[in-house]
């Protein structure tokens, strides 16, 4: 695996020499881990003139869910765990001789930046942006495996769920015994916070868990997600609590499947950002709920749980193959509840058989 990080960092390092800087600092966690195999806490990876560092503020866990740092990659521990990794990496360019240094703005501090500037005066500071994040949006075949992996551990967490016994129980504890499920099943841990809402909660993006309890004709939406080798997918389902829905139930069931179904199928290599979201939002603006949307369909998944592409109405952009995304299209009705169904999709040409679904769960209504 040495090569493929070894790779990464050429590709930036391609970036920054078009750009007319010599060398890069990368802080943000997830870009330090996409290109150094591990991002310990408070560490930086310089991109140096004559070789790159991975400047930590002690010795890196040796947990594998941490990641182990590449070999290929030198080690600079710091003396002080209180040092600064981002200011002694700039006085490390600084040594090696740069004149230039790319650093993520996005990500430093005011106060880190003018700090790594005091600790190197003579290097010019530019803005390395996004480019980390852009060359992290395409994944290799190795990615999209941890994804799958994550995938299949949040599905089997919410298929024995479902087997339990739900009515009576509170929403904080549905999302704990969900999260410890992941865990059970050999996931680093969930990908983010457990979303379980039932009743007038349900539907509502990113909810948090309450003590309200389950009760008999509750819709019950859930929202978990599994990370992996730290890659992180997400799944969401809504389900009804009795022996049938009520037919308004049925019927907002239905009509956010369809806009699910028509997000799922716009995903191909070429489409817009915007037409994604258009064709699942049209659906749901035809009939008639424009205010009760969410202001996305969906995004990028990966090292982190929101990644680019957003599927948005001003999004720019296009999609390419093997770009993971989430299509998560719901409804929520103030006072009566809602639904919301989400999938980690990896976009694939259709010569290779179209939009590979990694969330497999059950989208039928089921009444528990």
Known sequence: MSEVYATRRAQLRERCNAAGTAAALVS??????????????????????????????????????EGRPDEALRL???????????????????????????????????ARHRAAASAAPALRLADLGGAVEQLRVVKDEEEISSLRIGAEIADQALGELLESILVGRTERHLALEL?????????????????????PNSGRRGHRP?????????????????????????????????????EWQIELYDLVFAAQRA????????????????????????????????PLTGHGVGLEIDED??????????????????????????????VRIDDTLVVRPEADGGPELLTITTKELLAL
């Open 210 to 246: 309450t003590d309200r309890r389950v009760e008999e004709g509750d819709f019950l939406s859930v929202c978990l997600g599994a990370t992996y080798r730290g890659y992180r997918c997400e799944i969401g389902r809504t389900f009804v609590i009795g022996t049938s829905p009520a």
């Open 263 to 294: 997000g799922r199928e716009s995903l191909v290599p070429g489409a817009a950002y915007r037409d994604v979201d258009r064709a699942a939002r049209h659906v749901l603006d035809s009939a008639g709920y424009a205010e009760a949307l969410s």
């Open 309 to 338: 592409p957003q599927l948005a109405p001003a999004a720019m952009g296009k999609l390419d193959a093997c770009v993971p995304v989430t299509v998560e299209p719901g409804v929520h009705l103030p006072g009566r509840g809602g």
């Open 28 to 65: 943000r966690p997830a870009n330090v881990r996409y290109l150094a195999a591990a991002a310990p806490q408070g560490a930086v990876l310089l991109l140096g003139g004559s070789e790159d560092l991975l400047v930590c503020t002690g010795p890196p866990d040796d947990r594998p869910a």
């Open 179 to 199: 999260e410890r499920r992941l865990v059970d099943h050999g996931a680093d841990g969930p990908a983010f916070a457990t979303s379980v809402a039932t009743g």
């Open 76 to 110: 600079h521990v710091l003396s002080s765990p209180a040092a600064d990794a981002a200011v002694a990496a700039a006085g490390l360019a600084a040594a090696q001789g740069a004149d230039s240094l790319a650093v993520e703005e996005h990500h430093l501090t005011v």
